[in-house]
């Protein structure tokens, strides 16, 4: 038990550090009476997001003391069990007469915590909970907390955030202008390094990054489902990385493995994929015009963040430019999207927006430029298309083809739009 005076003391500090802290805003789309449980990889900014709510309520008129924050990853509180929960409260209560907004940082950590936080939620609390996913996943969310709770994934920062993490303003600009030189400046780091908040900060990010994946790998996915053989569950996702933008069968992927010395059957292949998918390590896309059944056996496979897709890949800009345009898409798209395969390809399918999107890194080469259109020109004759996008590094034009006007931008002005 945690002496309730050692309690009172966090509350304090951590309301102090969580009214003081800079934060730099981003778009949460949140119902202002909800309870939430923030999810999403390592690093992505959860915590933030609790003091980016913190802020906003001050902001509007709310004291600091109408809130309770606490962070359950600090070593200090290593030692609180289900019985301490209640003593939290009591604490508060003891120091403010209110009915306070609960923030719980990480708080699966401790042992029942669910049984708390829906009794909570169930007496008129508002409560904000971020989870790690080695405990807690956002599939088994709705289940562990009975439906009281929104979920709200997040993902590392889109293009238009990681140019405000930089202190750089945009607006409506001319390719050639001052400003756009700079911004495609931000874009060439940022299409390499990624969008993870505090890589910003660092010179080597790319250590940094490595860091997180490997919290991920180890943390989130061997340790979580007990791993044996995590060379194969490495190798599996080193032959994934390298196989952006490609069509993948389980039993192709099984093959690439055993002719790299590793055997996985494939049972157990579709396993580790799905670890992997739940740790939000890498996504799968499904093709929309192939049958139910054959959805759930060949698909292709992007990573959340091209900073982590880099540390595989020598040479291959041309798949990490359509993990790029996967990731802007995960990130700012609210509904699911496709790629579209028979014969030939479109890379994404928005079927809500009826438009379709080529990510081609250029298309400076005839051959490509003919294959990206005929690929347009024969799936606008199978699926509603209203819309058709060609994404390119930094060329820009507007074209016709067999009647159908696309629209060719490059991948910094598309992020921004």
Request: contains cysteine; negative net charge.
């Amino acid at each position: 038990m945690v002496p309730k005076n050692t309690i009172k003391s966090y509350i304090t500090e951590y309301q102090e550090f969580a009214s003081n802290i800079s934060v730099i805003e981003r778009e949460f789309d949140l119902e202002e009476e909800g309870n939430y449980v923030f999810t999403g990889c390592r690093r992505s900014g959860k915590t933030y997001a609790l003091f980016q709510i913190i802020q906003n309520r001050l902001a509007k008129g709310a004291s600091i003391e109408e809130m309770l924050y606490i962070n359950f990853e600090d070593e200090r509180l290593l030692e609180l069990k289900t019985e301490d929960l209640n003593g939290i409260l009591e604490a508060y209560q003891e120091l403010f007469p209110y009915k306070p907004i609960l923030f719980f940082d990480e708080i699966q950590n401790i042992d029942g915590w669910e049984k708390f936080a829906r009794r909570l939620a169930d007496t008129k609390y508002q409560i904000y909970i971020t989870g790690s996913n080695a405990n807690m996943l956002s599939r088994d969310i709705s289940t562990t907390l009975g439906g009281r709770f929104f979920v709200k994934e997040v993902f590392p920062l889109n293009f238009e955030e990681y140019l405000q993490f930089q202190g750089i303003s945009f607006s409506e600009i001319d390719f050639f202008s001052p400003k756009a030189i700079e911004i495609k400046r931000a874009f060439n780091q940022y299409f390499i390094n990624g969008g993870f908040p505090e890589s910003t900060r660092f010179k080597n990010s790319r250590e940094y990054v490595s860091n997180i994946y490997k919290k991920v790998l180890y943390g989130d996915i061997v340790a979580r489902h007990n791993i044996r053989n995590d060379y194969a569950l490495e190798l599996l996702i080193k032959k994934l990385a390298e196989s952006i933008g490609d069509e993948s069968s389980n039993q192709r992927i099984s093959n690439l493995l055993k002719a790299s010395g590793a055997k996985l059957a494939v049972n157990t292949l579709v396993d580790y994929t799905q670890y992997c998918n739940d740790a939000y390590l890498i996504f799968k896309v499904n093709n929309y015009l192939s049958k139910f059944a054959e959805r759930e056996s060949r698909k292709k496979y992007y990573f959340i963040d091209n900073g982590i897709l880099n540390l595989f890949l020598s040479k291959g800009k041309a798949q990490l430019f359509e993990n790029f345009v996967f990731s802007h898409l995960l990130k700012t798209q609210k509904e699911d999207f496709f790629y579209l395969r028979d014969g030939q390809e479109v890379d994404f399918y928005l079927e809500s927006k009826k438009t379709l999107i080529q990510a081609s890194y250029t298309l400076a080469h005839p051959e490509t430029r003919k294959r990206e259109l005929k690929s347009i020109s024969k799936m606008r004759q199978m699926v509603a298309v209203e819309k058709a996008i060609i994404i390119t590094y930094e060329e820009e034009e507007s074209l016709e083809f067999e009647g159908m006007p696309i629209e060719v931008l490059p991948a910094w002005k598309w992020a921004l739009q």
